[in-house]
């Protein structure tokens, strides 16, 4: 069973830039269908960018431009680089895995993993 560690979520003002990591405790390459998830306060979970284990990437449209999904497979690392972030960004951000290894399209359905990060925090203020 993998493990995930995420860090790098802060406070900062909107327009501001910070970049999430997130280490795993095996190889990514027994996990290679991953993706970034979010939470705000009352809200669902919903997803923010995922990767294929051919490296498709896909972003929510909110992101788009904005956020870039990226990996470090020697360092066993996910980054969520997000630049010009606005209020609406603010959440607990957390990476995830899919069981399969096989995964031909990014999905970001939340049911779809089972492997999680306990989170980190982004504020973002006005």
């Known amino acids: 069973q993998v493990h995930f560690v995420e860090s790098g979520g802060d406070s900062v003002q909107a327009g501001g830039s910070l970049s999430l990591s997130c280490t795993a405790s095996?190889?990514?390459?027994?996990?290679?269908?991953m993706a970034w998830f979010r939470q705000a306060p009352g809200k669902e979970r919903e997803g923010v960018a995922a990767?294929?284990?051919?490296?498709?990437?896909r972003y929510a449209d909110s992101v788009k431009g904005r956020f870039t999904f990226s990996k470090d497979d020697g360092e066993n690392t996910l980054y969520l680089q997000m630049n010009d972030l606005k209020p609406e960004d603010t959440a607990i951000y957390y990476c995830a895995a899919r069981t399969t290894t096989m995964c031909a399209t990014p999905r970001m359905n939340p049911e779809e993993y089972t492997y999680w990060g306990q989170g980190t925090q982004v504020t973002v203020s006005s």
């Open positions: 990767i294929t284990n051919n490296g498709r990437l």
């Open positions: 095996d190889y990514l390459y027994k996990t290679p269908c």
